[in-house]
C-alpha cells in the first residue's frame, strides 16, 4: 500500500509540472505497442545509498512479454566501483500519458509522451554484494514515424527520466536508496547536482571519491561543474569552480571509455 501511496504521488506530482491539461491518457491500444528501444543498450548513472556512492545500470537485453503486453523482461549489469553484478527481472508500464495536440497552451518543447511504471529487478545471488532493485520509472518519448525514440528532457528535469526506488541485500531487511537516470540521477537529499543557470548542473565535490570522479571530470564544462561551495545560492563567478588538469581529465575520459557491461 505504501509504495502504491508513492507511485500516486510521484505520477500526480509529474503531471502538475508537465501542465495537468497538457497530457492525457493513452488509449488501451497504446499499451500493446514496443518500447524496447528506449532503455536498452543504454548506460544510466546511478546513486545508491545516503553516501551517494555511484552506482551504473546496463540493460543488455529487454523483451515485451508476448501474453502481457505492459510487461518487459530485462535483463542487465549493475556495477559499484569494480563489482558487477548480473540481475534480471521485469518492468511494467502502469499508465502512458500523450501530449493533447489541440491544447495550443502547451510548452512546444514537451515530450509526445510519458510511460509511468514499476520494476523490480533481482541481482545473481552466487555474486558479491547483490540484492533487489524495486521502484518506479517515469520515462519521455517521442514518436518518429514506427519507432520510439527517448526525449531527454531539459536541464532541470533529471528525474523525469529516472528510475527511484531501493536496493535490499538479500537476507537483510535494511533497503537503501537507488535511483538512476540517463546523465544525472535524482538524490535522496537533492545533494548531489543540482541545476544551475540553464545550462550546467553543478557537482557536490564531497562525493567525488565515491566513484563520480571520472564520470564528473569527462563530462567537466560540457554540462556539469564543479563548484568549490556547493550549498550556497548565488552567481558563480569563474574562481568559485575547481580547477582539474588536463592529465586528470584526459583520464578520466579513457576510463569512461570502458565497456565494462561486455
Known amino acids: 500500500m505504501k509504495s502504491l501511496i508513492l507511485f500516486l504521488s510521484f505520477l500526480f506530482l509529474t503531471i502538475q509540472s508537465f501542465g495537468q491539461d497538457c497530457y492525457k491518457e493513452a488509449p488501451e491500444k497504446n499499451m500493446r505497442l514496443n518500447y524496447c528501444d528506449l532503455w536498452l543498450d543504454r548506460t544510466f548513472q546511478g546513486t545508491?545509498?545516503?553516501d551517494n556512492q555511484r552506482i551504473e545500470i546496463r540493460f543488455t537485453?529487454?523483451?515485451?512479454?508476448?501474453?502481457?503486453?505492459?510487461?518487459?523482461?530485462?535483463?542487465?549489469?549493475?556495477?559499484?566501483?569494480?563489482?558487477?553484478c548480473d540481475f534480471k527481472g521485469v518492468m511494467r508500464i502502469e499508465k502512458i500519458m500523450l501530449?493533447?495536440?489541440?491544447?495550443?497552451?502547451?510548452?512546444?518543447?514537451?515530450s509526445e509522451g510519458i510511460i509511468y511504471g514499476t520494476y523490480k529487478f533481482n541481482e545473481n545471488p552466487k555474486q558479491n554484494h547483490v540484492g533487489v532493485f524495486k521502484?518506479?520509472?517515469?520515462t519521455l518519448f517521442d514518436r518518429k514515424l514506427d519507432v520510439f525514440v527517448l526525449n531527454y528532457g531539459t536541464l532541470g528535469?533529471?528525474?523525469?527520466?529516472?528510475?527511484?526506488?531501493t536496493w535490499t541485500e538479500y537476507n537483510k531487511k535494511e533497503t537503501k536508496y537507488c535511483s538512476w537516470g540517463f546523465k544525472i540521477p535524482p538524490s535522496k537529499e537533492e545533494n548531489l547536482f543540482k541545476h544551475y543557470d540553464n545550462e550546467f548542473y553543478l557537482f557536490n565535490s564531497k562525493y567525488i571519491s565515491k566513484g563520480w570522479k571520472s564520470y564528473v571530470?569527462?563530462?567537466?564544462?560540457?554540462?556539469?561543474?564543479?563548484?568549490?561551495?556547493?550549498?550556497?545560492?548565488?552567481?558563480?563567478?569563474?574562481?568559485d569552480f575547481i580547477v582539474f588538469s588536463n592529465e586528470e581529465i584526459e583520464r578520466a575520459k579513457n576510463d569512461e571509455k570502458n565497456k565494462w557491461w561486455e
Do not use: M, W
Open 135 to 138: 521502484g518506479d520509472f517515469k
Open 61 to 84: 537485453e529487454i523483451s515485451q512479454n508476448p501474453d502481457i503486453a505492459s510487461q518487459y523482461l530485462v535483463e542487465g549489469k549493475s556495477r559499484v566501483h569494480d563489482n558487477v
Open 48 to 50: 545508491i545509498g545516503d
Open 157 to 165: 528535469q533529471e528525474d523525469f527520466n529516472a528510475f527511484v526506488g
Open 99 to 110: 501530449l493533447d495536440e489541440s491544447n495550443g497552451g502547451c510548452n512546444p518543447g514537451l
Open 217 to 239: 571530470l569527462s563530462k567537466l564544462n560540457s554540462f556539469i561543474k564543479v563548484p568549490k561551495e556547493f550549498d550556497i545560492n548565488k552567481k558563480r563567478l569563474s574562481t
